[in-house]
C-alpha cells in the first residue's frame, strides 16, 4: 500500500491506534491539552473523531470490538491494518522536509518514538542530513537581493540554527527527548 497523504493529526492518531488497538477517548485523552501528546501537539475530541472516521473509511483501521462505558454509550475499538501499521512505521522513521514542520511534526514523531521505546537517533540523523541541505540552499542565497529578501534570508537561516539546536538537545541514546517544544 502506497503511503498516503495525511493531515498530521490522522497521522498522529493512526500512529497511537497502530500501538494497540484503542476507542477515540483514549486518543482524545492522549491528545488532549495536559495529555502526553497534546502538551506539545493539541488535537481537540472532535478532530480525533473525525481522524478515526477518515481512517476507517481509507480502510487504515478498522472496528474489531466495543467497550462498556459509565459514561455514555459503548465506545468502539480500533485497530490498525498490518499495511497501516508498516505505513506508521516508515512515517515516523521520514524526516521533514520543510524547516516549519519541525515544530510541529517533528516533535510529534518524537514523541510517539518515544512511547514505542525505539530510540530517536535514526529520525535525528537523517533530520540533520535534510537541515543541512536546506541551510546550504538558504546560505547560497543570502546575500542576495534587496534589503528585505536578504532580511527573509537571514531569519530562514535563524530558524535552520533553532532546528540544529533542537536536534542537538534530544538526547540520542535514550528514547526520550530531552527538551519540550511548544
Known amino acids: 500500500m502506497e503511503r498516503p497523504d495525511l493531515p498530521l493529526a490522522e497521522w498522529i492518531v493512526l500512529a497511537?491506534?497502530?500501538?494497540?488497538?484503542?476507542?477515540?477517548?483514549?486518543?482524545?485523552?492522549?491528545?488532549a491539552e495536559g495529555g502526553e501528546i497534546g502538551e506539545f501537539w493539541y488535537i481537540s475530541?472532535?478532530?480525533?473523531?473525525?481522524s478515526i472516521t477518515r481512517l476507517v473509511e481509507r480502510g487504515l483501521i478498522t472496528p474489531v470490538?466495543?467497550?462498556?462505558?459509565?459514561?455514555?454509550?459503548q465506545r468502539m475499538i480500533y485497530a490498525a491494518t498490518r499495511s497501516a501499521k508498516t505505513m506508521v512505521s516508515r512515517?515516523?522513521?521520514?524526516?521533514?522536509?520543510?524547516?516549519?514542520?519541525v515544530r510541529a511534526e517533528l516533535?510529534?514523531?518524537?514523541?510517539?518514538?518515544?512511547?514505542?521505546?525505539?530510540?530517536?537517533?535514526?529520525?535525528?540523523?537523517?533530520?540533520?542530513v535534510v537541515i543541512d541541505e536546506i541551510e546550504e540552499s538558504l546560505r547560497a542565497k543570502?546575500?542576495?537581493?534587496?534589503?528585505?529578501?536578504?532580511?527573509?534570508?537571514?531569519?530562514?537561516?535563524?530558524?535552520?540554527?533553532?532546528?540544529?539546536?533542537?536536534?542537538?538537545?534530544?538526547?540520542?541514546?535514550?528514547?526520550?527527548?530531552?527538551?519540550k517544544t511548544g
Open 16 to 31: 497511537l491506534v497502530a500501538e494497540r488497538p484503542s476507542h477515540g477517548f483514549a486518543v482524545a485523552a492522549l491528545t
Open 45 to 50: 475530541r472532535p478532530m480525533v473523531y473525525r
Open 65 to 73: 470490538g466495543a467497550e462498556e462505558s459509565d459514561r455514555g454509550p
Open 91 to 101: 512515517w515516523l522513521s521520514e524526516p521533514v522536509t520543510h524547516l516549519f514542520d
Open 107 to 128: 516533535t510529534s514523531k518524537l514523541l510517539l518514538l518515544r512511547r514505542r521505546n525505539t530510540s530517536p537517533a535514526r529520525l535525528v540523523e537523517r533530520q540533520r
Open 142 to 179: 543570502e546575500h542576495a537581493g534587496d534589503h528585505l529578501t536578504r532580511a527573509i534570508y537571514a531569519w530562514r537561516l535563524e530558524h535552520v540554527r533553532a532546528a540544529r539546536r533542537f536536534l542537538d538537545a534530544v538526547d540520542v541514546d535514550s528514547t526520550r527527548p530531552a527538551v
